[in-house]
């Protein structure tokens, strides 16, 4: 909040006025309906959740909780890096590919040790990012145009480099994915309450209400959004490298597109708006959840479609989850206008009814009288001498205006017998 300092012309009289920190007129965004979707998530997780664990096929059959946890860690990732960038902007369709980039560069470089392996893995994930980043921030070209621009680079350059290396690691132990799950989803929280502030989210309203290539001045946060999704996304690749079981020494990478799909749907479903608006703080955790969960129970029942085609419907529930969160934060055109004149010193003064005009000849009176003049000139007969007015012993001060005439010659005294009140 900031406050007008005081004009000093025409008007002395001081003016606060409330300025919102960043521009943003519009109210705090109503928690309520991610509260109640977050919860309505959960039950729907849980209950998919549980069905898996009786089913007797499938993967999580086969696997059990490890399996699972191993696959939902780098899901998480993906979900949180793209709502990381729907956040500031500058949506990026590039998730699957940096995977692909990262699984490649990890795999290749296992041979020379796991820090090794980490190291090339998550640089080139980086590398990628700032380059990405350098595109929508300082070139202020469109998120999707410049993601679209990157994840083709690299697909093209997967087609043609040919397989990596062989994979020369041990697989990822089960607490080792446990760690990695219990990572991306304390992230996805942490980002998720950071964004609740509202210093935060007065700093990333310029972003939202700015069309695409023009001038915003937060070309710093866009830039850090997404190196962050960039480096979630590589750091997801590596994990599902990492997880997957070697056969015969090849390298397991992951499908970059259905990636990228699986990305934006758990990403809209958990309630992060395509416009920019903040979700809410477990809903892209919980969402991943419910994907992830619905594919693996498609897979375990048989069921006579692709699973992939759950991770597309995600996509269009989260269009409706887009429109509810938006509809539900409209700003009311009453509370708007009470909101932006509340703390106007100016609505009091301008709407004053008190009629000051009448104390102007006093204020004048009292002017000349600390001034030494003499205010008592016109007393209607009464003599004064010096500033202060003295009766005459001969003036009636009553007789010009006759109105006590009745009170001297009608009525007289109460004890006085021989008028009105003694009859």
Avoid at 88 to 111: K, Q, R, T
Avoid at 174 to 180: D, P, R, V
Wanted: hydrophobic share 50%; net charge negative.
């Amino acid at each position: 909040m900031k406050f007008d300092s005081p004009s000093r012309s025409g008007d002395t009289t001081s003016q606060m006025k409330t300025v919102p920190a960043g521009g943003d007129e519009t109210p705090a965004d109503r928690m309520a309906v991610h509260v109640v979707w977050e919860i309505g998530l959960l039950l729907l997780g849980g209950g998919v959740l549980f069905a898996l664990t009786r089913s007797t096929g499938g993967p999580f059959a086969e696997g059990g909780f490890t399996a699972f946890t191993a696959a939902l860690a780098p899901v998480v990732m993906l979900a949180c890096a793209m709502a990381v960038s729907l956040r500031v902007g500058a949506v990026n369709l590039a998730v699957g590919p940096i995977a692909l980039l990262s699984a490649w560069m990890f795999v290749d470089a296992s041979s020379s040790g796991s820090a090794m392996a980490l190291a090339v893995g998550l640089g080139a994930a980086a590398f990628t990012g700032i380059v990405l980043a350098t595109l929508t921030a300082w070139l202020r070209a469109p998120g999707w145009a410049a993601s679209g621009a990157v994840g083709g680079a690299i697909g093209l350059w997967a087609g043609t480099s040919g397989d990596p290396g062989a994979f020369s690691l041990a697989d990822l132990p089960g607490t080792g994915a446990l760690a990695a799950l219990a990572g991306a989803a304390g992230i996805s929280l942490f980002l998720g309450l950071v964004g609740a502030f509202a210093g935060i989210r007065s700093r990333l309203a310029p972003i939202r209400d700015t069309p695409a290539g023009e001038r915003h001045g937060r070309g710093g946060l866009v830039f850090l959004g997404v190196l962050l999704s960039s480096s979630l996304a590589g750091a997801a690749g590596v994990v599902t490298a990492w997880t997957s079981v070697p056969d015969a020494g090849a390298a397991g990478l992951p499908d970059p597109i259905l990636l990228t799909v699986l990305a934006l749907g758990a990403a809209l479903l958990g309630g992060t708006s395509l416009m920019g608006r903040r979700g809410g703080v477990c809903g892209t955790v919980f969402a991943a959840l419910l994907v992830l969960g619905l594919m693996w129970l498609a897979e375990a029942r048989g069921w006579s479609f692709d699973p992939s085609w759950i991770a597309l419907s995600a996509i269009v529930a989260g269009f409706l989850v887009t429109r509810l969160v938006e509809a539900m934060n409209q700003v009311d055109e009453v509370e708007a206008a009470s909101t932006s004149r509340a703390g106007s010193v100016d609505d009091l003064r301008d709407e004053d009814p008190r009629d000051t005009g009448s104390y102007e000849r006093y204020d004048e009176d009292l002017a000349d009288l600390g001034s030494g003049g003499d205010p008592w000139t016109n007393t209607g007969g009464i003599r004064t001498t010096g500033g202060i007015p003295k009766a005459a012993p001969a003036a009636d001060p009553f007789g010009a205006s006759g109105a006590f005439d009745d009170l001297r010659d009608g009525y007289g005294t109460r004890f006085d017998t021989d008028r009105r009140y003694g009859r």
